[in-house]
């Protein structure tokens, strides 16, 4: 309580005294007159005293103590007095209503100052249940709990000053205060504002950490900033829309027109296709919220904030667009070098394959962009069959699949074109056979299984088996020739030495050859091995029917022991093979 209080309340009754005289009572003219001007002064009389015993005017500010935090009865007391007066107002002669309108202004002052208070006091978001999920805890409940006493006590204020005509007043302190909340809560996301100079001026770094900034910051935003100042100015400004609608847009149309022009800023000055992601990652956001922020933008006022985002959403589409596009183009002219000595799998298919697995997780997202923004076909390759079968129909979903099964035969297709600059024809066919494979692993393990489908994996599958087929033919070809039909019939001296000389040395050149690929994949390695040593039962039996020298020679040669284990060790990334025997 004030310290002066009986000062100002011996004053007021000062003034009060000649409302209640006799006198006046005497002019009355008819009992009913008397009870209505006696009622009038008790009005009068009780709002006087608690208006002066809360009045700020012979206070410092910081000896104003809070009238809600020490007495809420008083404090609605306080309310209700004041609403009696404004209603008794009109009714008052000159006099009383010179000192009406003198308490009024009192009130409305206190007032001011507990509204400035609570909303002060509660900078933090006062809807708790609009944040994000997470684990509730008893101090949460606590928050919830004084949020919802808070948010009474502002409306009870609001609802009181906006009825005696003190709504600008009401609607600045409640402006100042709430975007300074949401200023800094957008401040302390990392959410800034940035020119397209700015911008242009930033390294990549630079704007990778800005974006990432916007991405974590831009779903609570929405979610817990802007949905709770929705909720709470609807809450306390409840007797007017009007108000509702001022009070909201001065609160937060700087922020969310910062918020939503930011993808549009990166976009038209950071322009590359290692933003690819971060574009499809900032259209996700504003598209799996556009009904909560329609809901929550939804004044006349803020629709400008609507079509800032979907501004936004549009240039997004037209860039992914092009991205995409451009990015066919870039796998049809790779300039890089072609396969290497062990036929493993090629940069090109490790980079198309990731960025390809990557950019299937994004397919709900590229629906919608398809729609409106399909990208327009770059490659002059003839078209393959199968992903002309995936475009059947003009639907966004038939248009994903389409672009992705044509990208992925625009690569095979590359790929062919550096195996075929290879001297080494088997190792062509490996390489082949080694790519090929690990594209239909990543569309297996990846959502381009649910883009392609079976047939496309099976088609592929089959391809990977002729590259097989091709390979061992010209791999060990020689090899398998050099073996009799029938390895048991009887055969000179001369004729077994020739069978393992030549047996010899063709197994050896094609080992050296092969010693130096790598198949990565196991199963296509257990595959290939398998294939390999299809031949070898021919060879033990050969082996050991002529294993024992003839007349006084001894032959030099391989156990069929000695092949298996030298096959054993072919193929394995970062295994070295055994040498051959000179």
């Known amino acids: 309580m004030p310290k002066n209080g009986k000062k100002i309340f011996g004053f007021c009754s000062k003034v009060l005294s000649p409302l209640v005289s006799p006198s006046y009572s005497n002019n009355s003219s008819s009992t009913s007159e008397v009870a209505s001007e006696s009622m009038i002064d008790r009005t009068l009389q009780s709002a006087a005293e608690i208006i002066n015993k809360w009045s700020t005017e012979s206070l410092a500010y910081t000896e104003v103590s809070s009238m809600f935090h020490h007495s809420k009865q008083e404090a609605l007391r306080f309310i209700r007095c004041v609403n ?12 009383k209503l010179v000192f009406s309108h003198r308490l009024m202004q009192i009130a409305m002052k206190r007032l001011q100052i507990e509204f400035y208070r ?47 005509g003190y709504t600008k007043e009401c609607v600045e302190i409640y402006g100042t205060v709430r975007k300074s909340v949401v200023d800094e809560g957008m401040y302390r996301l990392g959410i800034a504002k940035f020119s397209s100079q700015i911008i242009r001026k930033m390294n990549s770094e630079a704007v990778d950490l800005r974006i990432t900034k916007w991405l974590e910051g831009a779903i609570t935003a929405i979610t817990t900033i802007f949905n709770a100042e929705r909720d709470l100015c609807d809450y306390v400004f409840a007797s007017s829309e009007s108000v509702r609608e001022s009070c909201f847009t001065k609160t937060c149309k700087d922020g969310a027109m910062i918020l939503f022009a930011f993808p549009e800023v990166i976009v038209k000055n950071q322009k590359s296709q290692k933003n690819l992601f971060y574009s499809l990652d900032m259209f996700t956001v504003i598209f799996e919220n556009w009904s909560r922020i329609e809901s929550i933008f939804s004044f006349e006022s803020t629709e400008v904030i609507q079509s800032q985002a979907i501004a936004s959403l549009s240039v997004l589409s037209e860039s992914i667009s092009a991205v995409l596009s451009d990015y ?32 299937a997780e994004y397919r709900e997202i590229l629906y919608i962009i398809f729609s409106r923004w399909p990208p327009p076909k770059k490659s002059t390759l003839p078209s393959d069959s199968n992903s002309s079968s995936l475009d059947s129909d003009d639907s966004p979903i038939s248009s994903v699949s389409s672009y992705m099964a044509r990208i992925i035969f ?85 004729e077994v030495a020739e069978v393992y000389d030549n047996f010899n040395s063709s197994f050896k050149e094609a080992y050296r050859k092969q010693r130096s690929c790598i198949v990565p994949d196991p199963k296509l390695r257990f595959e290939i091995l398998s294939i390999a040593k299809s031949w070898l039962p021919v060879y033990r039996e050969f082996y050991n029917t002529h294993r024992f020298p003839v007349g006084e020679e001894v032959i030099a040669r391989l156990t069929p022991e000695d092949v298996e284990n030298y096959l054993s060790y072919l193929f394995f990334p970062q295994v070295e093979s055994h040498s051959l025997p000179n």
């Open 328 to 359: 066919e183009s870039s796998i049809q002219n790779d300039s890089s070098s072609s396969l290497s000595v062990d036929g493993g799998i090629h940069s090109l298919s490790l980079q198309s394959m990731d960025c390809l697995s990557h950019l």
């Open 118 to 164: 609570i909303l002060s006091v509660k900078r933090e978001p006062f809807d708790v249940e609009s944040s994000p999920v997470r684990v509730r805890t008893a101090e949460d409940c606590d928050v919830r709990k004084i949020s919802s006493v808070a948010m009474a006590d502002l409306r009870a204020i609001a609802d009181c000053m906006i009825s005696t």
């Open 84 to 95: 009696e007066l404004q209603k008794v107002m009109y009714l008052l002669t000159s006099k």
């Open 410 to 494: 625009i690569l095979l297709c590359k790929l062919d074109s550096k195996a075929r600059q290879c001297d080494d024809i088997s190792l062509s066919y490996l390489f082949l056979a080694n790519n090929v494979r690990f594209v239909i692993w990543q569309v297996q393990s990846s959502n381009l299984h649910y883009l392609l489908g079976e047939e496309w994996i099976e088609l592929h599958k089959g391809k990977v088996k002729q590259y097989i087929d091709s390979y061992e033919r010209l791999a060990w070809g020689k090899v398998i020739s050099t073996l009799p039909e029938n390895p048991t019939a009887a055969l000179t001296t001369a």
